[in-house]
């Protein structure tokens, strides 16, 4: 078992906390934001996709030029890129950083925010669609022979591509929590990912993910991907004290129509997010430091549960989740830039320390 760790990489300096609508690329804040990533030691960097966003192969591409290490995770919905065209371009980017380079597949959880590009499938088509085109990638990246595909949403003849991922393939990453979900990223997927949710719930999506990976016969399962938004100060009191002051700056954009609603206007449609909500009206602290406030003050929009406390107490609640699992831990904050830098300097390292003691393995930089 290998543990390690992921981030999302930021264009500019919104935050949550400080939205700034249509705030343009700031390239200098991007290729620092990078360095900080790489320097604090995480693993992996999340690049995100919305239908009105910067380009995600393209800000992939910058973080390979700014790093050494981090490994760019290109987030890539299935009906914007045709799967020929993603299986070179994606091995481009991983040709050009040494064989760094992860795909997130969004198979789409909001009709609205589909329909923006075209998109008009049902969910379940959604899922049919994704599970062609990780296919499709899959054969792309064995070999430069020419094949033929002749799927319900995609066709072609005689494809060949000379341009091979570096490791001979490139990992899948695939999330949610619907019953699709669970079967195409149980039989397909290299990693599957989940919203930081109460760890008896988190461990049932684990069984249910696994289950679905011995169903399609696998003999391994995918790695498991847990996201949380920490906040951390210097003791549990201050941290709380910290977490009620984000909290109120929360609440106070999502009554100014800040992007802090939900993508299409109403309740939440994906099933993740239904979720979280469920679970928030229940209360608002769970297990050992696991606060849904912010999940209701966002309407659950993506993902927003936070961990709660000083860096030893978030430090513990990550480790009870490595317990479950979880091999690949995402966290990211409210104040990107500083909280990424905190997390490098007072989380990361009690972690590592105790799965140094635990024996546990960590990728090892060539």
């Not at 990533?37 to 995480?42: C, K, Q, V």
């Not at 997130?104 to 008009?120: L, S, Y």
């Not at 938004?229 to 004290?241: M, N």
């Not at 209701?296 to 699992?325: E, F, K």
């Amino acid at each position: 078992m290998t543990v390690e760790f992921i981030s999302a990489s930021y264009a500019n300096a919104s935050t949550d906390l400080d939205p700034r609508p249509g705030a343009p690329l700031d390239p200098v804040y991007f290729a620092r934001y990078a360095r900080t990533l790489d320097e604090a030691g995480f693993d992996y960097t999340l690049l995100p996709y919305h239908s009105s966003s910067f380009d995600p192969f393209t800000l992939g591409a910058t973080v390979i030029a700014h790093t050494k290490n981090v490994r760019p995770i290109i987030a890539l919905r299935p009906n914007t890129v045709y799967p020929t065209v993603a299986a070179k371009a994606l091995a481009t980017l991983d040709q050009l950083s040494g064989g760094r380079v992860v795909v997130h597949f969004i198979a789409g959880g909001d009709a609205v925010e589909q329909a923006r590009e075209g998109d008009f499938l049902t969910k379940e088509e959604r899922y049919e669609r994704t599970e062609e085109y990780i296919r499709i990638l899959r054969r792309a990246w064995q070999s430069s022979d020419p094949f033929d595909f002749d799927g319900k949403y995609y066709q072609f003849k005689g494809f060949s591509n000379a341009v091979l991922p570096v490791n001979g393939t490139i990992p899948v990453s695939l999330g949610g929590s619907s019953d699709d979900a669970y079967r195409v990223g149980g039989s397909l997927a290299d990693i599957f990912g989940l919203w930081g949710e109460p760890l008896k719930e988190t461990k049932e999506q684990i069984d249910r993910i696994h289950e679905e990976a011995a169903k399609a016969g696998r003999k391994d399962r995918p790695r498991i991907w847990v996201t949380f938004r920490p906040i951390v100060a210097e003791t549990d009191d201050l941290a709380w004290a910290k977490a009620h002051r984000v909290l109120e700056k929360l609440k106070a954009n999502y009554a100014n129509g800040s992007p802090t609603r939900p993508l299409s206007g109403g309740p939440p449609q994906n099933v993740g997010s239904q979720r979280l909500l469920e679970i928030a009206a229940r209360g608002e602290v769970q297990d050992r430091a696991l606060w849904y406030p912010t999940v209701t003050a966002t309407n659950a929009r993506g993902a927003s549960t936070a961990l709660v406390g000083s860096p030893r107490t978030i430090a513990d609640s990550i480790l009870d989740y490595v317990d479950l699992g979880a091999e690949l831990i995402s966290i990211r904050g409210y104040d990107n830039l500083n909280d990424a830098i905190d997390y490098g300097r007072y989380v990361l390292p009690l972690v590592r320390e105790e799965l140094a003691r635990r024996g546990v393995r960590e990728r090892v930089y060539a």
